[in-house]
């Protein structure tokens, strides 16, 4: 196989960095928020992460084209619901705009307010902590004030695709343990 490689300039065309981003898997969320004037909002996304344990805060990014960013800097607080591979429908419905996103999806309002979508496999309601301005996005930091999950399989992004995890065969174990033993 031939690696593929590119030096950035101002002004490239981007695909193949967003090609190269879409070698590592990710999660997928649905982030919502509510306004001040009672707006529910919802979009999806996959730049999530945890940041710290104490404080427990985490991270997501926005465009900052996007059509709910007045919603979301302005609410102070969001959730992030992670999808369950039974959840797929949902990443492509929170990704298109519709008049009303949570009409015909089941949720509820989280103690902060925020919408959480129902069987969701985790949920963070958080107070928004800080934003920053990074190239064409605006990266939210929150401090998580409740976290919720339930058992079920992830639905994960690579490649362009949604996809679902595989376990590792048998003689992976052992690396598994190692690296399990090295992150406590």
């Known amino acids: 196989m031939s ?11 981007h695909g ?22 009672g707006k529910l909002e919802g979009l999806t996304a996959n730049s999530f992460s945890s940041v710290s344990l104490d404080p427990p805060l985490v991270l997501w990014s926005l465009r900052r084209e996007a059509p709910s960013r007045s919603s979301f800097t302005e609410a102070g607080h969001f959730a992030v ?15 298109t705009p519709h008049p009303d996103k949570f009409g015909e999806v ?4 989280g103690t902060h307010g925020s919408p959480l979508i129902a069987d969701a496999i985790a949920r963070f309601e958080c ?18 004030l409740r976290a919720a999950h339930r058992d079920g399989e992830p639905l994960v992004y690579a490649t362009g695709a949604l996809c679902s995890p595989a376990a590792l065969p048998p003689h992976c174990a052992n690396a598994n343990a190692a690296n399990r033993e090295r992150a406590s």
Not at 106 to 109: S, V
């Open 127 to 144: 107070r928004t902590e800080q934003l920053i301005e990074a190239g064409d996005h605006l990266i939210f930091i929150g401090r998580v």
């Open 81 to 95: 619901n992670v999808l369950g591979t039974h959840q797929a429908h949902l990443c492509r419905h929170f990704a």
């Open 106 to 109: 089941a949720h509820a309002i």
């Open 3 to 13: 690696e593929h490689i590119i030096t950035f300039a101002s002004g490239d065309d």
């Open 16 to 37: 193949h960095f967003r090609r190269a981003l879409g070698r590592f898997a990710t999660g997928v969320t649905i982030v919502t928020t509510r306004t001040k004037q």
